[in-house]
């Protein structure tokens, strides 16, 4: 596995470069680490570090080994993707990177640029043995965090169900319109699909979800639920469309296509109504719920939990900042 920088290649880098003669960028301590020119690259030799600085922030300190050859390494996680790049290719540490332990495990490093909400100097100070291999115990990272339902979550979810249980029950008797009125749009089918409700409708219902009690006799709060519940069929059954075949479906349906084989596009066609036709209440009414969850910012909790230090996998979703608790 590559290593990333250590204090002996920090110390024979720093020295294997001559201090620009003619330069007034870099004084006797400091080496540019590509041209010249770019000062805004530089590797510093401090009292009992090196530093390598990129825009002038100090993005990786090396220390220098104890009698024991144990060294410490502070990492900065950054934010502008270029300084990113600059950061994995002069140092080899980027946000998630693997090391080896004492154990020999693999752990992954995350590196969170909010490490000063937490009151840390670094986004990560890390201690390797000789072997430069991580010593757990003596490391630590600035926290990431996973979201989670607390019991006011929970109990908040069941009082928006138990509010809007007429209001969906009314749709699965209204699912023949949906699927009647269902605009079937590629864009909305696809990973990551987008919503066709306009801001302020959306908008609208995330203000009502979001400060019970909900105005449920109110003409333009039935307007917009019927809005969101056209949408999210639509959604759904655009979803069912994209994934039976690979957005074929979409492809075949689509006017290039259907100029030059109309036969196959009624047939593209009768496919894709075949599979609106078949979505089930269950199926709408498990959408829609998971719909109005989002809109009332409840559909993966609420309260920000701390991932255990140096896991062996980050998981895809996590969250750099806590959560305010709400007094």
Not at 9 to 31: C, L, V
Not at 62 to 74: C, T, W
Not at 193 to 205: A, F, K, P, Y
Not at 226 to 246: G, I, R, T
Request: hydrophobic letters at 30%; aromatic letters at 12%; one cysteine or more.
């Amino acid at each position: 596995m590559y290593i990333p920088v250590t204090y002996q290649q920090a110390h024979d880098k720093f020295n294997s470069i001559k201090k620009p003669p003619r330069s007034k960028k870099y004084n006797e301590y400091q080496r540019p680490l590509r041209r010249v020119s770019e000062s805004h690259l530089m590797l510093q030799k401090d009292a009992h570090s090196y530093v390598y600085k990129v825009n002038g922030v100090d993005v990786v300190r090396v220390y220098e080994p104890n009698d024991q050859g144990e060294y410490e390494v502070a990492v900065i996680g950054l934010y502008g993707t270029y300084d990113i790049q600059l950061q994995y290719k002069f140092t080899g540490y980027h946000n998630g990177r693997g090391a080896i332990t004492t154990l020999g495990d693999m752990v992954r490093i995350p590196l969170n640029p909010f490490y000063k909400d937490q009151g840390k100097d670094f986004s990560a100070l890390l201690t390797y043995n000789s072997s430069d291999q991580l010593i757990v115990e003596k490391s630590w990272h600035a926290d990431i965090y996973r979201l989670a339902s607390n019991e006011g979550d929970k109990q908040t979810r069941k009082d928006i169900k138990k509010e809007l249980d007429a209001y969906v029950t009314l749709q699965l008797f209204k699912l023949p319109t949906l699927k009647d009125n269902c605009k079937l749009e590629q864009s909305m089918g696809r990973p990551f699909g987008e919503s066709r409700l306009g801001w302020s409708v959306q908008s609208s219902m995330q203000d009502a979800l979001r400060n019970l009690p909900l105005p449920l006799e109110s003409q333009s709060f039935m307007q917009t639920f019927d809005e969101v519940a056209q949408d999210c069929f639509n959604m759904l059954a655009s979803k069912k469309v994209y994934n039976h075949d690979s957005a074929n479906l979409f492809y075949k349906m689509g006017n290039w296509h259907r100029q030059r084989d109309p036969a196959s596009a009624d047939d593209a066609q009768e496919k894709a109504d075949d599979l609106v036709a078949e979505i089930t209440a269950d199926e709408f009414k498990k959408s829609l719920v998971a719909k109005l969850m989002s809109f009332a910012g409840l559909s993966k909790g609420t309260e920000s939990i701390a991932l255990p230090q140096f896991g062996k996998t980050l998981p895809r979703t996590y969250y750099t900042r806590a959560n305010k608790r709400k007094e």
